[in-house]
């Protein structure tokens, strides 16, 4: 997929998982750190539940650094997709999302401006979504086995 050419930092890392086929609707994710099963929920799902820890994690994060307490954060993520172009192929849609929304209900010792701020630097910092808002380049290369 086309994206933006960017320079590597000297802070970039490269994160790599291995996924084994478990049948036709099962995926075995295996990464550095932990193993999970991507199968009884479908990878949309998880595509978007990846978006909703993100921005939990970093919240966190970032509630932190700010001296803010969080008491309480929930992450409702939806997301726009005609499935067609994945079941069929018979659409000339894009196979994704066409837009993704998050909302953020959460529970903290900050009210207004604050919880702004906080919310644009989670924003800002979540990798999750700047790879669903960026150009990302994705390549797939196939080899026989």
Known sequence: MAGMASES????TTI???????????????????EFVIGDASPLDHL???????????????????GIVIHDLDVRVEGDIDA???????????????????????????EGGALQDWMADV???????DNLGSGTDVHVEVEHA
């Not at 930092?9 to 970039?12: H, N, R």
């Not at 790599?16 to 932990?34: C, F, L, V």
């Not at 978007?48 to 700010?66: F, P, Q, T, Y």
């Open 84 to 110: 067609a172009k994945y079941k069929t192929g018979e659409t000339d849609s894009r196979a994704g999302f066409g837009s993704i929304r998050a909302h953020v209900t959460v529970d903290a010792d900050a």
């Open 123 to 129: 924003e800002d910092r979540c990798p999750v979504a």
């Open 48 to 66: 978007l539940g990846s978006l909703a820890a993100c921005i939990n994690v970093i919240g966190h994060l970032v509630a932190k650094e700010r």
């Open 16 to 34: 790599t998982i291995t996924g084994r086929s478990e049948g036709p609707k099962r995926t075995t994710i295996e990464t550095a750190d932990t």
């Open 9 to 12: 930092s000297a802070t970039e």
